[in-house]
T-cell receptor, first 115, second 115 residues
Framework: GAVVSQHPSRVICKSGTSVKIECRSLDFQATTMFWYRQFPKKSLMLMAT?????????EQGVEKDKFLINHASLTLSTLTVTSAHPEDSSFYIC???????????FGPGTRLTVT | AQSVTQLDSHVSVSEGTPVLLRCNYSSSYSPSLFWYVQHPNKGLQLLLK??????LVKGINGFEAEFKKSETSFHLTKPSAHMSDAAEYFCVVSYGSGNTGKLIFGQGTTLQVKP
């Protein structure tokens, strides 16, 4: 089946710094990708839709200036957490649907810890 | 608006006994419904999906779910639990009309399988 990768799998950063997380679709092209956040013992919350060649669309309550999304190519979307704070510590997961959104594949997630 | 409620945060069964994970949904549109499984340190995996075809949906690893519109339910079942089934399970509903690819996740149910 299709594979979506994320890099890094875990990252620890200091408060105030920025962190970039990559999401790649390895064997199919994805004009759209999605970014989710998962708190411990909690569900996944959709943060934003990443659109290749255009601006990302953010869900209500998600700060677009804090969570910068760039969909640089048909196989790569990046999420940059800017000026990270401890409350940004979380598990970030991306997903990529195949054309016509027939199937959707999830990355393995990135564990972000802000100290 | 769409929402999904998983009625049990934790389910414990003995190996070889049936599994029932309960899910109720709310949707203004004809919903697409999914069950995903999340094993520790692994990406979300699709177990099965309902997209307005047969109401009894068979998935991977012996799981199945029945869409009951009158009860707004989409419960996940398996006749005989295996130790490898221990994981976090999410009931998911598609977001909005049409095929946007956006998903709304339930709170998750932790399935524990005892030997």
């Amino acid at each position: 089946g299709a594979v979506v990768s994320q890099h890094p799998s875990r990252v620890i950063c200091k408060s105030g710094t920025s962190v970039k997380i990559e999401c790649r679709s390895l064997d199919f092209q994805a004009t759209t990708m999605f970014w989710y956040r998962q708190f411990p013992k909690k569900s996944l919350m959709l943060m934003a839709t990443s659109n290749e060649g255009s601006k990302a669309t953010y869900e209500q309550g998600v700060e677009k200036d804090k969570f910068l999304i760039n969909h640089a190519s048909l196989t790569l979307s990046t999420l940059t957490v800017t000026s990270a704070h401890p409350e940004d510590s979380s598990f970030y997961i991306c997903s990529a649907p195949t054309p016509q959104f027939y199937e959707q594949y999830f990355g393995p997630g990135t564990r972000l810890t802000v100290t | 608006a769409q929402s999904v409620t998983q009625l049990d945060s934790h389910v414990s069964v003995s190996e070889g006994t049936p599994v029932l994970l309960r899910c109720n949904y709310s949707s203004s549109y004809s919903p697409s419904l999914f069950w995903y499984v999340q094993h520790p340190n692994k990406g979300l995996q699709l177990l099965l999906k309902y997209t307005s075809a047969a109401t009894l949906v068979k998935g991977i690893n012996g799981f199945e779910a029945e869409f009951k519109k009158s009860e707004t339910s989409f419960h996940l079942t398996k006749p005989s639990a295996h130790m490898s089934d221990a994981a976090e399970y999410f009931c998911v509903v598609s977001y909005g009309s049409g095929n946007t690819g956006k998903l709304i996740f339930g709170q998750g149910t932790t399935l524990q399988v005892k030997p």
